[in-house]
T-cell receptor, first 111, second 112 residues
Framework: QKEVEQNSGPLSVPEGAIASLNCTYS??????FFWYRQYSGKSPELIMF????GDKEDGRFTAQLNKASQYVSLLIRDSQPSDSATYLC???????????FGGGTRVLVKP | EAGVVQSPRYKIIEKKQPVAFWCNPI?????LYWYRQNLGQGPELLIR????????DSQLPKDRFSAERLKGVDSTLKIQPAELGDSAVYLC??????????FGPGTRLTVL
């Protein structure tokens, strides 16, 4: 079992719709969870992090964490063509300071 | 605030040749990371530094890879000799006191 599982996609979403991305992880000791966006040919950029169970909203982005079920999700509301990218989830293990990344989900927002 | 700086951005070498990558982290970030990212995959940690000390190098192929961060600021990652399978993007990152990691632009290595 991989430490972090993401559907590779592509996830095709009409402009203005909600994109829903999911990520599961195996380390029950994980404390912190991160979502990165990576445009083709660019480096990952941090868009959200979440530590506590529940929802965290930042603009059009909402991260949801469920530690009991070991999944974290990202919702992108009012999706724009500029949101087309690969979204990487990552978790920080119990030992801290080390991020383990999933393979990423490619999102395509179609006008 | 300046971001993480890496050089070179691109490097093409023949197999068995040496190569070195340089990284300067965000000012004030004590923790520095080197990752390798293969096409279609997430970044994989190679080595993590806390100041000048390598605190996690368990994923670094030590037979051919080496890294240093002598003064606890900038860092160099070296491969000698390079193999075809080393072709990837090498990413440097540094983290804030809140453990948010910020990545540099990366060095795209092609080994022929």
């Amino acid at each position: 079992q991989k430490e972090v599982e993401q559907n590779s996609g592509p996830l095709s979403v009409p402009e203005g719709a909600i994109a829903s991305l999911n990520c599961t992880y195996s380390d029950r000791g994980s404390q912190s969870f991160f979502w990165y966006r990576q445009y083709s040919g660019k480096s990952p950029e941090l868009i959200m992090f979440i530590y506590s169970n529940g929802d965290k909203e930042d603009g059009r982005f909402t991260a949801q964490l469920n530690k009991a079920s070991q999944y974290v999700s990202l919702l992108i509301r009012d999706s724009q063509p500029s949101d087309s990218a690969t979204y990487l989830c990552a978790f920080e293990g119990a030992a801290g300071n080390k991020l383990t990344f999933g393979g990423g989900t490619r999102v395509l927002v179609k006008p | 605030e300046a971001g993480v700086v890496q050089s070179p951005r691109y490097k093409i070498i023949e197999k068995k040749q040496p190569v070195a990558f340089w990284c300067n982290p965000i000012s004030g970030h004590n923790t520095l990371y080197w990752y390798r990212q293969n096409l279609g995959q997430g970044p994989e940690l190679l080595i993590r530094y806390e100041n000048e000390e390598a605190v996690d190098d368990s994923q670094l192929p030590k037979d051919r890879f080496s890294a240093e961060r002598l003064k606890g600021v900038d860092s160099t990652l070296k491969i000698q000799p390079a193999e075809l399978g080393d072709s990837a993007v090498y990413l440097c990152a540094s983290s804030s006191p809140y453990n948010e990691q910020f990545f540099g632009p990366g060095t795209r290595l092609t080994v022929l």
